[in-house]
């Protein structure tokens, strides 16, 4: 089974930063071993749908919600440790305020962006709360 893990929420003042983790297991023994693929971080307000913050895919790869370009990163992981994604918040506003969710799936596209669309991750994490005060 594939089960992905995030961490690093918090209650955090206007301005400040926060790093969210996700560790990923089980990808590599799915169905979809020997398929490419995408690992993206979402997030979804009280109401709201839940929406593409970043993305990353196989081969390093990011894109950005233009809500957040500029202010969160996806680091390139490591190669010791590529079953952790991370996500580089800064510079936090009370509309970012949301639960936030990490997410993997098949992505066999090279020349294109990795995708910041619900529909195109398979698997995804029980999600961490941010909370940001103004």
């Known amino acids: 089974q594939v089960h992905l893990v995030e961490s690093g929420g918090g209650s955090v003042q206007a301005g400040e930063s926060l790093t969210l983790s996700c560790v990923v297991s089980?990808?590599?023994?799915?169905?979809?071993?020997?398929?490419?693929?995408?690992m993206g971080w979402f997030r979804q307000a009280p109401g709201k749908e839940r929406e593409g913050v970043a993305a990353?895919?196989?081969?390093?790869?990011?894109?950005?919600a233009d809500a957040v370009r500029g202010r969160f990163t996806i680091p390139i992981p490591q190669d010791n440790a590529k079953n952790i994604l991370y996500l580089q918040m800064n510079n936090l506003t009370h509309e970012d305020t949301a639960m936030y969710y990490c997410?993997?799936?098949?992505?066999?596209?090279?020349?294109?962006?990795?995708?910041?669309?619900?529909?195109?991750?398979?698997?995804w994490g029980q999600g961490t709360q941010v909370t940001v005060s103004s």
């Open positions: 997410a993997i799936g098949p992505w066999i596209y090279l020349y294109l962006p990795p995708p910041l669309n619900v529909e195109e991750y398979k698997f």
């Open positions: 089980g990808y590599s023994q799915s169905e979809y071993r020997d398929k490419k693929y995408s």
């Open positions: 990353i895919d196989f081969d390093g790869d990011t894109n950005y």
